[in-house]
């Protein structure tokens, strides 16, 4: 099954910026904007983020921001904090047969 | 709010069909554009979708799992459930209940991105 391509882990300090990536084709990140992204706590139910390439919904961090070149899609946490420690999924829909697509996911370790 | 709640046997046998109910609070099913579904994530692993309906009837279906999945809606009782045919040990999962938006692009609705979520529901299958 086809899936979209991110890192297995990033990690960065307390306070620095990281940017997790999510690198797709032209029939899913590439040809649209319908991206998301999503924290998961350990034993948690995935969390909305980011939606629509750059969207935040109401509640999450400013510190959480999303982008988007070409077929890859950029997740980027800015003054990091111990409580990002998650996994993180990025989401798409394709023009495929499949419709939606996730991410394997990226594990973030807040050094 | 809007909130979603999971429910049903924790385990089910192989060959077996599983079953699931997702309970909405806060909200109604019939809400223009948006859908609702079922998303899974085996133990250690990754997230899978599987489907998502709207009221009209309207469906999308991960094709790997279409031919076992059924997703229907209860609009009286504010639920929606899933049922999973022919199960197998590769079925055992955290099962996820979650609201799906969508937007409007030549005259069909795509789906956007999944909101709230439920806690999830492990489903193991075996004998």
């Known amino acids: 099954q086809s899936v979209l391509t991110q890192p297995a882990s990033v990690s960065g300090s307390p306070g620095q910026s990281i940017t997790i990536s999510c690198t797709g084709a032209?029939?899913?990140?590439?040809?649209?904007?319908?991206v998301s992204w999503y924290q998961q706590h350990p034993g948690k139910a995935p969390k909305l983020m980011i939606y629509d390439v750059n969207n935040r919904p109401s509640g999450v961090s400013n510190r959480f921001s999303g982008s988007k070149s070409g077929n890859t899609a950029s997740l980027t946490i800015s003054s990091l904090q111990a409580e990002d420690e998650a996994d993180y999924y990025c989401?798409?829909?394709?023009?495929?047969?499949?419709?939606?697509?996730f991410g394997g996911g990226t594990r973030l370790t807040v050094l | 709010q809007l909130q979603l709640q999971e429910s049903g046997p924790g385990l089910v046998e192989p060959s077996e069909t599983l079953s699931l109910t997702c309970t909405v609070s806060?909200?109604?099913?019939?809400?223009?554009?948006?859908?609702w579904g079922w998303i899974r994530q085996p133990p250690g692993k990754g997230l899978e979708w599987i489907g998502s309906?709207?009221?009209?009837?309207?469906?999308y279906f991960n094709p790997s799992l279409r031919s076992r999945v059924t997703i229907s809606l209860d609009t009286s009782e504010s639920q929606f459930s899933l049922r999973l045919s022919s199960v197998s040990a590769a079925d055992t999962a955290v099962y996820y209940c979650?609201?799906?938006?969508?937007?409007?692009?030549?005259?069909?609705?795509?789906?956007?991105?999944?909101?709230?979520w439920g806690q999830g529901a492990l489903v193991t299958v075996s004998s």
């Open positions: 989401c798409s829909y394709t023009s495929s047969s499949t419709i939606v697509l």
């Open positions: 979650a609201r799906l938006a969508t937007r409007y692009r030549s005259g069909r609705y795509l789906p956007a991105w999944f909101d709230p």
């Open positions: 309906v709207h009221y009209s009837g309207s469906t």
């Open positions: 032209s029939s899913d990140v590439g040809g649209y904007n319908f």
């Open positions: 806060g909200g109604s099913l019939t809400y223009n554009g948006y859908y």
